[in-house]
């Protein structure tokens, strides 16, 4: 009932969404081979759009969401941030379980069970991580991930207006999770878009430097964010086991291009051009020729 | 006599059953303490809290040394590689290695705030690789440990080389290989563009 109006302006915020995805061209896919293999692999058709929803991702981060983070930052100590955090995170837990289940893992379901009930009722409504104290660690789940879990295919990229990127189907389960949270039979809307405002500065808050960083660092920052939120879901997806995000092509790191190359210019190293003196170019099948 | 035979058998099979877990294979205890042995020279500069001249060289020694630089960088071209003039390959590979250093020196001199890395177990990687797990312990104990995987390999003729480093399991080369290769889809494959493009970043890079 008291979510009633917040369905109407989620709906809406989704029709106007989709109505201007609709109606933006896609990309053209490349006629060159090469170019027709990384369009393929990036799985980013509609990119142009995209790229737009990007730039005002960026400035909206700029001039809104990142002074906030820093004035939160700046303003809180570590502490009550920390407290503020694992409210938050417990706030979570309702969502994680109902996930935990629908993924059929029972055990990581009652993990999630009893951190919520230890935390709330001992951590004084998850201000503190006594469930963590005894051992029982922390993760999250989302209906994105249980889609995946499902068999659903990520399906294009999209970068959503404030969430940031996603897919296809994680913008789906990111409807779900909204729509399904328990916490909506207790709150309106404005009590969970004001967790939504605080989860989003204390996320942006913990990750100031590192995407500074990349932004400075990365020669095209919008595929580099792609590339790394595909790499980060499907980790977690699989919950972290190790080494099931490594996808086919680089597992074999034996280059026949190298090779292929190697057969015309066998020894790249006494090259004319001595115009590379940072780089012994060591070639990898070539026989050293020292 | 029965008992000490049995006591030195006893011996014998405990001390076997104790070496039995770490008994990876030499090629992966060897992998450990290179992947050790290069980063801790890392962290003490880190540490040290060096200018940044000082840091980058360090960090470009031990890339030198430590990586198959040249896989890596052709990696992450793609199929552009063989795309390449002889002369762009040349450049291309030196301005990679100038971005890798700059890259890395700054991203961890920004993050680093008294961390450790406690190299854990290591599994064979194919035929002449290995996979060598580690986490990055922060000093406050609050910190989730932080999970990196050095993906080495046995390079004839140079010893064991890094080839990828995957924190929680996000591999470094495959994203930068996803970098590079999207600005040469979205650019047509204008292989002179991307190398601008990259001179650029170094410069602006090495100057800040």
Redesign the interface.
């Given at each position: 009932m008291k979510n009633k109006s917040f369905f109407r302006f989620s709906a809406r915020i989704c029709g106007v969404a989709l109505a201007a995805m609709l109606m933006t061209a896609c990309a053209t896919p490349p006629t060159d081979p090469e170019a027709r293999k990384a369009f393929d692999e990036a799985n980013d058709p509609l990119e142009p759009t995209n790229r737009t929803i990007f730039e005002f991702n960026m400035a909206f981060d700029k001039y809104l969401l990142k002074p906030a983070a820093e004035g939160y930052r700046w303003s809180l100590p570590d502490d009550t941030r920390a407290v503020i955090r694992r409210v938050l995170q417990n706030l979570r837990a309702p969502v994680t379980f109902g996930n935990d289940v629908l993924q059929g893992n029972m055990g990581r379901a009652m993990e999630t069970l009893m951190r919520m009930t230890v935390n709330t009722v001992m951590g004084m409504g998850g201000m503190f991580d006594v469930a963590g104290q005894y051992g029982l660690q922390r993760h999250e789940e989302d209906f994105g991930q249980t889609l995946a879990v499902w068999g659903f295919d990520e399906g294009p990229y999209l970068m959503l207006p404030i969430f940031g990127p996603s897919n296809i189907r994680d913008a789906i389960g990111l409807g779900v999770d909204s729509v399904a949270d328990p916490l909506g039979w207790f709150l309106g809307w404005p009590e969970l878009a004001a967790r939504a405002v605080v989860e989003g500065v204390d996320k942006r808050s913990q990750v100031i430097e590192p995407l500074d960083e990349l932004e400075r660092t990365s020669v095209d920052f919008y595929a580099t964010i792609r590339s790394l939120y595909r790499q980060r879901r499907m980790d977690e997806i699989n919950n972290g086991a190790p080494g099931m995000n490594l996808p086919a092509p680089s597992i074999s790191y034996d280059f026949p291009d190298d090779e292929k190359i190697a057969e015309p210019t066998p020894t790249p190293a006494p090259a004319p051009a001595a115009e590379t003196p940072a780089t012994p170019a060591p070639s990898l099948v070539a026989k050293p020729a020292s | 006599m029965i008992r000490r035979a049995f006591l030195s058998g006893l011996f014998a099979v405990s001390l076997f059953a104790l070496t039995a877990p770490a008994s990876a294979g030499p090629l992966e205890d060897e992998s450990r303490t290179f992947v050790k042995g290069l980063a801790d020279r890392a962290i003490a500069v880190l540490k040290a809290d060096a200018p940044k001249a000082q840091r980058d060289k360090v960090f470009e020694d031990l890339l030198?040394e430590g990586f198959?630089?040249?896989?890596i960088a052709?990696?992450c071209v793609?199929?552009?590689?063989?795309?390449m003039t002889?002369?762009e390959?040349?450049?291309y590979?030196?301005l990679f290695?100038?971005?890798i250093v700059?890259?890395y020196s700054?991203?961890m001199a920004?993050?680093y705030n008294g961390q450790n890395l406690e190299i854990g177990a290591a599994r064979p990687d194919g035929k002449a690789?290995a996979?060598v797990?580690s986490k990055i312990v922060s000093t406050n104990v609050?910190d989730e440990p932080i999970?990196i995987?050095w993906r080495v390999?046995q390079?004839?003729?140079?010893g064991l080389k890094i080839?990828?480093v995957?924190v929680?399991?996000?591999?470094m080369?495959?994203?930068q290989?996803?970098?590079?290769?999207?600005?040469?889809?979205?650019n047509?494959?204008n292989i002179p563009e991307f190398i601008g493009?990259?001179r650029d970043?170094v410069a602006k890079?090495q100057t800040?």
């Open positions: - | 030198r198959d630089v040249k896989a052709i990696f793609g199929g552009y590689w063989n795309k002889e002369q390959r040349q450049e590979l030196s290695e100038k971005l700059q890259t700054s991203r920004s993050v690789g996979w797990t609050a999970r995987d390999r390079v004839d003729g140079k080839i990828d995957v929680t399991n996000i591999s080369v495959v994203t290989r996803d970098d590079f290769v999207g600005i040469l889809q979205r047509n494959g493009m990259l970043k890079l800040t």
